[in-house]
């Protein structure tokens, strides 16, 4: 290797280490029980809402993209399959037991990012597909914390009966940045988290618990919230959903 060459690895090597390297887990396996249909395959934009969510983890240019799928769903699995096809970081993991909760599917996500070569992975978005008002805004900024944890933040008031009378422009947005969040406010995913963390904790992933019992278990200094009071409307009830389409959300 000739000197300019050694140079130019040299400059790309310290390049590659200031450059984060994220790796994103989707968690799509919930069977959409109280919805009645698959969340998985509403429609935004006149697409899978599942489509939707990789496209906008796809813009922040991870490393990998694990997506966690139910079994014996085909619809979904076929959704997924035109942009994995023209996107090799995309791979499908398939949830077995998606009954059992949120947490078994986080946890077959990390076996698959351990199965992977991701050496230069340190960070892992973690991210569902229900929360129809995300954007790549709010991912970039999470992407841009510097803590352990950079968590979303957001209004637990989840009473959609009143959302009719608040007009779309008049509703709380706020995607400031804090280093601690409102004591009513929630903190959950989307977030990033240390890889290496990640993988400390995956034992005690059982059930629903998922992270957010472990991550209140952190001091301040590890942990910084993106508020994004949008992130409140995902899609658990039929109620919801024709709201979510009223607003035009979601197609109709």
Same mark, same amino acid.
């Given at each position: 290797?000739?000197?300019?060459?050694?140079?130019?690895?040299?400059?790309?090597?310290?390049?590659?280490?200031?450059?984060?390297?994220?790796?994103?887990?989707?968690?799509?396996?919930?069977?959409?029980?109280?919805?009645?249909?698959?969340?998985?395959?509403?429609?935004?934009?006149?697409?899978?809402?599942?489509?939707?969510?990789?496209?906008?983890?796809?813009?922040?240019? *991870? !490393?990998?993209?694990? =997506?966690?799928?139910?079994?014996? &769903?085909?619809?979904?699995?076929?959704?997924?399959?035109?942009?994995?096809?023209? &996107?090799? =970081?995309?791979?499908?993991?398939?949830?077995?037991?998606?009954?059992?909760?949120?947490?078994?599917?986080?946890?077959?996500?990390?076996?698959?990012?351990?199965?992977?070569?991701?050496?230069?992975?340190?960070?892992?978005?973690?991210?569902?597909?229900?929360?129809? +008002?995300?954007?790549?805004?709010?991912?970039?900024? +999470?992407?841009?914390?510097?803590?352990?944890?950079?968590?979303?933040?957001?209004?637990?008031?989840?009473?959609?009966?009143?959302?009719?009378?608040?007009?779309?422009?008049?509703?709380?947005?706020?995607?400031?940045?804090?280093?601690?969040? *409102?004591?009513?406010?929630?903190?959950?995913?989307?977030?990033?988290?240390?890889?290496?963390?990640?993988? !400390?904790?995956?034992?005690?992933?059982?059930?629903?618990?998922? +992270?957010?019992?472990?991550?209140?278990? +952190?001091?301040?200094?590890?942990?910084? =919230?993106?508020?994004?009071?949008?992130? &409140?409307?995902?899609?658990?009830?039929?109620?919801?959903?024709?709201?979510?389409?009223?607003?035009?959300?979601?197609?109709?």
């Amino acid at each position: 290797m000739n000197k300019s060459s050694v140079i130019e690895a040299n400059m790309q090597q310290r390049n590659d280490v200031k450059q984060p390297r994220h790796a994103i887990i989707i968690l799509a396996s919930g069977l959409s029980s109280r919805l009645g249909k698959a969340k998985q395959l509403l429609c935004k934009n006149s697409e899978p809402l599942i489509s939707h969510m990789l496209k906008l983890a796809l813009s922040t240019q *991870p !490393q990998t993209i694990i =997506v966690v799928i139910p079994r014996e &769903n085909l619809c979904i699995a076929n959704a997924i399959e035109p942009l994995a096809a023209q &996107n090799t =970081v995309i791979h499908t993991v398939i949830n077995p037991t998606p009954e059992t909760g949120m947490a078994q599917s986080l946890h077959l996500g990390i076996d698959a990012l351990t199965d992977l070569d991701n050496r230069l992975l340190n960070r892992v978005l973690i991210m569902g597909i229900d929360q129809v +008002l995300l954007d790549q805004q709010h991912l970039t900024a +999470l992407l841009a914390g510097k803590q352990a944890v950079v968590a979303s933040s957001y209004s637990g008031d989840n009473d959609w009966q009143h959302f009719d009378k608040v007009p779309l422009d008049k509703m709380p947005i706020d995607k400031t940045t804090r280093t601690e969040s *409102p004591k009513k406010n929630i903190i959950g995913v989307p977030l990033v988290i240390n890889y290496e963390l990640l993988k !400390q904790w995956q034992s005690e992933l059982v059930g629903d618990k998922g +992270l957010r019992h472990l991550i209140r278990g +952190l001091s301040p200094k590890q942990i910084q =919230v993106v508020i994004n009071h949008q992130l &409140n409307y995902d899609i658990d009830t039929p109620e919801q959903l024709v709201y979510a389409q009223q607003q035009g959300w979601l197609d109709k």
